[in-house]
Nanobody, 121 residues
Framework: QVQLVESGGGLVQPGGSLRLTCAAS????????IGWYRQAPGKQRELVAT???????NYASSVKGRFTISRDHAKDTVYLQMNSLKPEDTAVYYC???????????????WGQGTQVIVSS
C-alpha cells in the first residue's frame, strides 16, 4: 500500500514562509515524478512544482522565484519551500507522485490527502 502524507501547512502572514513536506511510503520501486499541486476554493487544481527522476524541475509561473522543490531520495520525501507568500497562494496543497509500486505493471499517479495553506493578515 503506497501512501503520500503531507504536512507543514498552516496560517501565515503575507510575506512569510512555510515548508511543506510529503513523505512517500510503502512498496515503491521507483518514483518517476513527484511534486505539488494546489486547489483554491472555486478553482481547478493546478500544478505548483514538480521534480523528475533526473532532477529536472518544473514550476508554475506564479511561484517561480518564490517556491523551491527539493527531495531527499533516501527518505522518499519531497519538500516545498514557500517564501514571500501571497494571499493568492491560499489553497489546499496536494502531493502527487507518478510511481511504480511493487507488483504493478505500470507506474501510476498517487495523491496525498492535502494540507491547507492560508496566507492572511
Amino acid at each position: 500500500q503506497v501512501q503520500l502524507v503531507e504536512s507543514g501547512g498552516g496560517l501565515v502572514q503575507p510575506g512569510g514562509s512555510l515548508r511543506l513536506t510529503c513523505a512517500a511510503s510503502g512498496s515503491i520501486i521507483k518514483i518517476n515524478v513527484i511534486g505539488w499541486y494546489r486547489q483554491a476554493p472555486g478553482k481547478q487544481r493546478e500544478l505548483v512544482a514538480t521534480l523528475n527522476r533526473g532532477g529536472g524541475t518544473n514550476y508554475a509561473s506564479s511561484v517561480k522565484g518564490r517556491f523551491t522543490i527539493s527531495r531527499d531520495h533516501a527518505k522518499d520525501t519531497v519538500y516545498l519551500q514557500m517564501n514571500s507568500l501571497k494571499p493568492e497562494d491560499t489553497a489546499v496543497y496536494y502531493c502527487n507522485a507518478e510511481l511504480l509500486a511493487l507488483g504493478a505493471t505500470y507506474a501510476r499517479d498517487y495523491w496525498g490527502q492535502g494540507t491547507q495553506v492560508i496566507v492572511s493578515s
